[in-house]
């Protein structure tokens, strides 16, 4: 017999079942709707993504901003990063129509300044990704201590791009105001980085690596 959770947790104000792949994109637009505008502006403010661009969506979970990037460039090659097999799955699932040759990789990432597993990229996406990666439990009250995590992340992604690639974050104001994301991207080598978007407390900001203009 299948033991379910209780239905109740569904009730709680921050609470669910994120963890559940299915769950998340049943509920994502109701709980979080800004998610799906920001992933939308996350496709907008990138470069035209040639034939054989190589785009890694990083800790990818269910694939939205991965299906977004290949609806809109279907001729990029594709890889989808994250550490749990069955949202890869759910991801990999979304992207077979447009990019059959996609790679999964599942792998543990955490902010230890190592290039990602299946670089170069020329592009990295991160949606709603980095404040995971380095943890919702980082202490708030040591600002330095988050931004110390961040640019440790923020360097494994400049490391793992080709000269001139990009990075295109979105993300909400968390573990890091909106400006300080901007410093850690300029710290972390990063040129050119703006915001292109922002809303509440979600936005889309980016930048390149020095190389080709």
């Known amino acids: 017999m299948t033991h379910l959770p209780s239905w109740r947790k569904n009730l709680q104000r921050h609470s669910g079942f994120w963890r559940d792949g299915y769950w998340y994109d049943l509920h994502l ?31 990818c979970g269910t694939g939205n901003a991965a299906a977004a990037v290949v609806s809109a460039y279907p001729l990029i090659h594709l890889t989808l990063i994250d550490q749990d097999a069955e949202l890869l799955a759910i991801a990999y699932d979304k992207v077979a129509d447009y990019c059959p040759d996609a790679t999964t990789i599942q792998a543990t ?3 230890d300044g190592e290039p990602l597993p299946g670089a170069p990229y020329d592009v990295v996406l991160a949606s709603l990704a980095l404040h995971v990666l380095v943890r919702h439990d980082t202490d708030r009250t040591d600002p330095a201590e988050a931004e110390t ?6 360097q494994s992604i400049r490391d793992s791009l080709t000269p001139g690639g990009h990075l295109i974050i979105g993300d ?11 410093k850690a ?9 703006d915001c292109a978007w922002r ?10 690596v020095p190389g080709a203009p």
């Open 29 to 59: 637009e109701r709980r979080m709707p800004l998610a799906l505008e920001m992933i939308d502006e996350m496709v907008l403010a990138l470069p035209p993504l040639r034939e054989g661009t190589r785009v890694c969506d990083l800790a």
């Open 109 to 111: 990432l955490t902010p």
């Open 172 to 182: 909400h104001v968390g573990v890091l105001p909106l400006y300080r994301h901007l």
């Open 185 to 193: 991207l300029e710290r972390s080598g990063f040129v050119d980085v």
């Open 149 to 154: 995590r961040y640019e440790l992340l923020l």
């Open 199 to 208: 809303v509440d407390d979600f936005f889309v900001i980016g930048g390149r």
